[in-house]
């Protein structure tokens, strides 16, 4: 599902219904087994920067001592921003999605549906952050915004 929603929002953009992207709230509830919170932000921070139209420049990364909730805040090269997090809570073993990209012309939002109407959305699953998970972690050590090195 995560594919599907990353291709949706994207050909909003293409489209230009919202203009050029400026902030993105995205927050993610996954089951409190779910491995790999690391993974699962730097999963979400590189589809984030995919939406952006401009690079990143910083991530600051923060999380609470049993790693319930890990957030990434990003700060793009034009002056975009994205806040990012994900929260492991007990739950019944669906993952959510609350998302909100607001661009210079308008507003998507996406919100995972809940009760029956999940069952026709498969799973999400997080892919694709290997090249930041060690940018992720630096800065969940130091508790200092890090620097992204274009490349």
Request: charge should be negative; proline fraction near 9%.
């Amino acid at each position: 599902m995560i594919q599907s929603l990353q291709q949706s929002v994207q050909s909003v953009i293409d489209e230009g219904r919202i203009g050029s992207p400026v902030f993105l709230r995205c927050i993610v509830r996954a089951p409190v087994e779910a491995p790999d919170a690391v993974g699962a932000i730097a999963a979400l921070t590189t589809i984030a920067n995919g939406w952006m139209p401009d690079p990143p420049e910083q991530i600051y990364a923060l999380d609470n001592p049993d790693v319930t909730q890990i957030t990434a805040m990003v700060k793009y090269a034009g002056g975009q921003s994205a806040l990012l997090s994900v929260n492991r809570i007990p739950t019944d073993g669906e993952v959510a999605v609350d998302l909100r990209l607001v661009g210079n012309n308008g507003i998507i939002y996406h919100e995972t549906p809940t009760g029956p109407y999940r069952l026709m959305n498969p799973p999400l699953d997080f892919r694709g952050g290997d090249a930041l998970i060690d940018i992720i972690r630096q800065g969940l050590e130091t508790k200092q915004p890090v620097t992204v090195e274009e490349g």
